[in-house]
């Protein structure tokens, strides 16, 4: 027998190479399925729109441009330090003496370092820090609440994702009935007991609820293509992960409002925002006022000159001069405002107007709040009503469409009356799923009221 040759070198690291090659295909194969597979959750969905909406980023630039303005109104206290350098040269006839011009070349240096500060300008400098931190912490809430509007819209739209997954899934079991549906009345025609045009009712209610899967798959796509544009993500590949929703309970109910308008109003961002404006609005007050006030600054200015000239032949040095010539110099002046042409008067009436303004705001967004908490609870309790009472018909129309078919296949009633309890027993199935996702909805609206997490 022929001994089999071991294999040259030059043909093993073509194999190896072939061997890597495959391995490296078939990770990157399953990477791009793992990547294609990935299912958002609530929370990651979430989380993407709080990181990536662009509200968001430009709230957080306010805050960066805020927080800028905060250190340049803290750098008003400090006192404003500048220096100075000049030289000019000049050439020509010069009258030296009367009558008489020579030609002459002068250069003179002129050097000096200087300091300002205002030490009282009626407070105007505090009120201007302080109403610039405030305005940082009501851009800061104002993007909190941002964030809030965007939480709650991320939850809506993946709720109607569930929603009209559930949709399609109830037409697809309808669809799979009535496709078993068109066999039994095959069986029951060729029994005798059905004519044989009861089987053309039950294929074109077969092809109606073919028509109902790729409406609600159509629905269903639709819906994930909203929360994706929502999340600003490409919708080829993406998917959310298919979650219970349990069936709601009284106990999800909140039986008094109170409660709910009680937290709101004391936590809420649109009211710490509006009490945040009106804050600021009263330093606004106070800083218009400081034009009646003495404005006091203060400065200082060291300097020194050098000067030299062709008709001179025994001047000092260049730093000979700048040592002998140094000079210091203190200034302080008070400017007192007796008439300013009506200005000062009308600021001040102008921000008390403002201050007004600001305080009808806070009343206004305190009635829209409890506004909107009204209209959510009482939006809650019809919804729950709604749900109990549709939970109760599809128990009853369930029951009957039993009962249709135990009829239907004794011959007994025709296939109109099966079409018609099924009719109202897919209608039932429908308000069922409809009430509970809207009953869900509407409480997490008023988990969202409340500061509960709404992920949940």
Same mark, same amino acid.
């Given at each position: ?88 040269? $000049? ?64 939850? /809506? ?56 899967? $790729? ?22 590949? @993406? ?62 200015? *060291?300097?020194?000159?050098? @000067? ?10 260049? @730093? ?57 609870? $009482? ?23 039993? /009962?249709?078919?135990?009829? @239907? ?15 109202? *027993? ?10 509970? *996702? ?19």
């Amino acid at each position: 027998m022929r001994m089999m040759q071991p294999l040259k070198e030059e043909n093993v690291k073509p194999m190896k190479t072939l061997k890597y090659t495959i391995l490296l295909g078939c990770f990157l194969i399953a990477s791009v399925s793992m990547a294609q597979e990935k299912l958002w959750t609530l929370q990651e969905c979430v989380n993407h729109a709080l990181v990536n909406n662009i509200s968001v980023k430009q709230g957080q630039n306010s805050l960066l441009q805020n927080e800028q303005d905060v250190i340049a109104a803290k750098g008003q206290f400090l006192p404003n330090l500048s220096g100075s350098l000049g030289h000019s040269t $000049t050439f020509g006839n010069e009258e030296v003496f009367s009558g008489q011009f020579v030609n002459r070349t002068s250069n003179s240096t002129n050097v000096g370092i200087g300091l300002n500060q205002t030490i009282f300008n009626g407070f105007r400098l505090t009120n201007l820090y302080k109403q610039s931190k405030l305005s940082l912490e009501s851009n800061q809430l104002e993007l909190n609440r941002i964030k809030d509007d965007i939480s709650l819209n991320v939850v /809506n739209a993946y709720l109607n994702v569930l929603f009209n997954k559930e949709r399609l899934e109830i037409a697809k079991a309808q669809l799979s009935f009535s496709t078993n549906q068109v066999e039994q009345v095959k069986d029951l025609v060729d029994a005798g007991v059905q004519p044989k045009a009861n089987i053309y009712d039950a294929e074109a209610t077969m092809s109606l609820d073919a028509q109902e899967v $790729t409406l609600a798959e159509n629905n269903y796509n639709l819906a994930l293509l909203s929360l994706s544009q929502l999340l600003q993500v490409p919708y080829k590949g @993406f998917d959310v992960q298919l979650m219970d929703v349990d069936f709601p309970s009284s106990t999800l109910l909140y039986n008094d409002v109170q409660p709910v308008l009680d937290y709101a109003l004391q936590n809420r961002n649109e009211i710490k925002v509006a009490e945040k404006n009106m804050e600021i609005a009263q330093l606004n007050s106070e800083i218009s006022k400081s034009g009646y006030y003495p404005n006091v600054t203060g400065g200082y200015q *060291y300097g020194s000159s050098a @000067f030299f000239s062709n008709l001179t032949e025994d001047e000092a040095s260049f @730093f000979d001069q700048l040592d002998a010539q140094k000079s210091h110099g203190f200034r302080i002046s008070v400017n007192i405002p007796i008439f300013s042409r009506f200005e000062n008067k009308t600021n001040v009436a102008k921000s008390k107007i403002d201050e007004a303004n600001s305080l009808l705001s806070l009343d206004q967004a305190k009635l829209d709040l409890e506004s909107n908490i009204q209209r959510a609870f $009482t939006d809650a309790q019809a919804a729950f009503k709604s749900y109990v009472a549709s939970k109760k018909a599809l128990e009853a129309q369930e029951i009957a469409m039993n /009962n249709t078919q135990e009829r @239907f296949k004794a011959g007994i009633i025709t296939s109109f009356d099966l079409e018609q309890a099924r009719v109202k *027993y897919v209608n039932a199935q429908s308000s069922l799923v409809n009430a509970k *996702y809207d009953f869900v909805f509407k409480t997490k609206v008023l988990d969202f009221y409340m500061g509960k997490p709404i992920t949940d």
